[in-house]
């Protein structure tokens, strides 16, 4: 009698994992149906040599997973191949032989094997879980369940080639403002190196007076001149500090909290990831997986511990029996925490510390550093209970219970946000213009001023 291996929920929706021995794999669900468990994976136990003897094919050397674009051109090719009632492994033969040599056709040959030697198309993706997200994996089975793999494949396919194009909106949106900084700090940085000196060896010649605007731009220049390497460390150790602060679960909370109340691009992260949340789970709902295994995978795609201790919270609810919508609106005010104080502290004051090495400047600085940190404190206290769900979203939801149309209320409303994050980075970047010009002018302008003003007291003496 063969040995089976499962994944199933109880009552209270805890995960349960075990083997049971049966005569096929219809009575080891009807048992285990019996047990007063939900069934969300099954498989013949395998042996210890399982796959492992059949012969492999080669594969190509690649590091990580599929990227994105790829995955979701594999899924939309794997739809139509569906859809056309070609049986699963030849479709797969035929996007693997098409595909090129990396991830995705390495994956594609490990799935063929598993499919061959016995096991579903969603349990042979599970052994690929770098390629394969859980997300994808859980749709593919609620489609081989409900006997509608093609569907859930297009929907799947639908689902990929929106959150695609709104990826690429935004990187596309971001690359000329970015581009812009770069050459406008590579462009001041040689002011400071080069052409600063020049000056400050004529006004040392002539003995003259300085202005205080002439003498902070010379020490700044003597700084950078002395310590131009500092200038590359400084953002690769705010990186590096970024991420160690964020392989700590208080330290993640503390930054995606912080970033969330960054003025217009907290708004804009906010809405893309609800945007992707409910649409992940609109699709799941829709395409039959059980409402506390779509949280839980809708969770883990947040990216964001916010919506990740949101979605938590409400699958606790739900387990208790309440219904979506009233745990959503209690639990979206992020609160207070204090790494994320300290970061919108460290936003207010960073910008005035350099202050503090100037020795003339000292004392000044030390007020304006103090000034700005109690800013930074101020407007997180402003920010920091803003929900970050808003009414729309809960009424929406709410209303989907009611009718029984969850999953078309979640579609409308990532069709909302989607339009909402398209619109406000149109605005981001009409507004990110005029501020990129008059930062360089008022730079530039700084610039020209403290040198010309020692000149033009040279030229009056000199008359």
């Known amino acids: 009698m063969p040995t089976f291996q499962f994944e199933a929920m109880d009552a209270t929706g805890q995960e349960i994992r075990d083997v049971i021995d049966a005569a096929s794999e219809e009575e080891a669900q009807s048992t285990i149906r019996q047990m007063g468990y939900f069934v969300t994976k099954i498989s013949v136990k395998k042996s210890a040599k399982g796959v492992a003897t059949a012969k492999r094919r080669k594969r190509s050397f690649a590091i990580g997973g599929?990227?994105?674009?790829?995955?979701?051109?594999?899924?939309?090719?794997?739809?139509?191949?569906?859809?056309?009632?070609?049986?699963?492994?030849?479709?797969?033969?035929?996007?693997?032989?098409?595909?090129?040599?990396?991830?995705?056709?390495?994956?594609?040959?490990d799935v063929c094997d598993e499919i061959e030697a016995g096991a579903t198309l969603s349990e042979a993706m599970a052994k690929c879980p770098k390629v394969f997200s859980r997300l994808y994996i859980n749709m593919v089975k609620a489609g081989e369940a409900g006997g509608a793999l093609e569907v859930i494949l297009q929907r799947l396919a639908d689902f990929m080639e929106r959150a695609e194009s709104l990826k690429r909106k935004v990187k596309g949106a971001m690359i000329y403002p970015i581009v812009v900084i770069l050459v406008a700090c590579g462009i001041l940085t040689f002011i400071m190196l080069k052409i600063v000196p020049v000056f400050r060896t004529m006004f040392e010649e002539f003995e003259l007076k300085l202005p205080a605007m002439t003498e902070l731009l010379i020490t700044i220049s003597n700084y950078i001149v002395r310590y131009w390497y500092v200038l590359l460390l400084i953002p690769v150790g705010i990186w590096l500090f970024i991420k160690l602060v964020r392989k700590f679960r208080a330290g993640r909370m503390g930054w995606d909290m912080y970033i969330l109340k960054i003025p217009i691009v907290g708004r804009l992260m906010e809405k893309n990831i609800m945007a992707r949340t409910t649409r992940t789970l609109g699709t799941l709902v829709a395409s039959g997986?059980?409402?506390?295994?779509?949280?839980?995978?809708?969770?883990?795609?947040?990216?964001?511990?916010?919506?990740?201790?949101?979605?938590?919270?409400?699958?606790?609810?739900?387990?208790?029996?309440?219904?979506?919508?009233?745990?959503?609106?209690?639990?979206?005010?992020?609160?207070?925490?204090?790494?994320?104080?300290?970061?919108?502290?460290?936003?207010?004051?960073?910008?005035?510390?350099?202050?503090?090495?100037?020795?003339?400047?000292?004392?000044?600085?030390?007020?304006?550093?103090?000034?700005?940190?109690?800013?930074?404190?101020?407007?997180?206290?402003?920010?920091?209970?803003?929900?970050?769900?808003?009414?729309?979203?809960?009424?929406?939801?709410?209303?989907?219970?009611?009718?029984?149309?969850?999953?078309?209320?979640?579609?409308?409303?990532?069709?909302?946000?989607?339009?909402?994050?398209?619109?406000?980075?149109?605005?981001?970047?009409?507004?990110?213009?005029?501020?990129?010009?008059?930062?360089?002018?008022?730079?530039?302008?700084?610039?020209?001023?403290?040198?010309?003003?020692?000149?033009?007291?040279?030229?009056?003496?000199?008359?």
């Open 66 to 109: 599929g990227g994105s674009k790829i995955m979701t051109t594999f899924t939309r090719q794997l739809s139509i191949l569906q859809d056309a009632g070609l049986p699963i492994l030849r479709s797969l033969k035929i996007l693997e032989n098409n595909a090129k040599a990396g991830k995705l056709k390495n994956a594609l040959m």
């Open 289 to 463: 997986v059980p409402i506390l295994e779509a949280l839980t995978i809708t969770r883990e795609t947040a990216t964001n511990a916010v919506f990740e201790r949101l979605y938590g919270k409400v699958t606790e609810s739900i387990r208790q029996g309440d219904a979506i919508a009233v745990p959503l609106k209690d639990h979206s005010k992020p609160g207070f925490h204090p790494i994320a104080l300290f970061f919108w502290v460290a936003t207010g004051a960073g910008p005035f510390i350099p202050i503090l090495m100037m020795p003339k400047l000292q004392q000044m600085g030390a007020s304006v550093v103090a000034a700005g940190a109690a800013v930074g404190a101020l407007f997180y206290f402003w920010k920091m209970n803003d929900r970050v769900v808003d009414d729309l979203v809960v009424n929406m939801v709410d209303v989907g219970e009611e009718t029984g149309e969850l999953d078309t209320m979640l579609f409308k409303v990532a069709d909302t946000f989607d339009e909402e994050v398209r619109t406000l980075t149109d605005g981001l970047m009409a507004l990110l213009e005029p501020l990129l010009i008059c930062f360089l002018g008022g730079a530039v302008g700084f610039i020209v001023i403290a040198l010309f003003l020692p000149l033009v007291s040279l030229i009056q003496g000199l008359t």
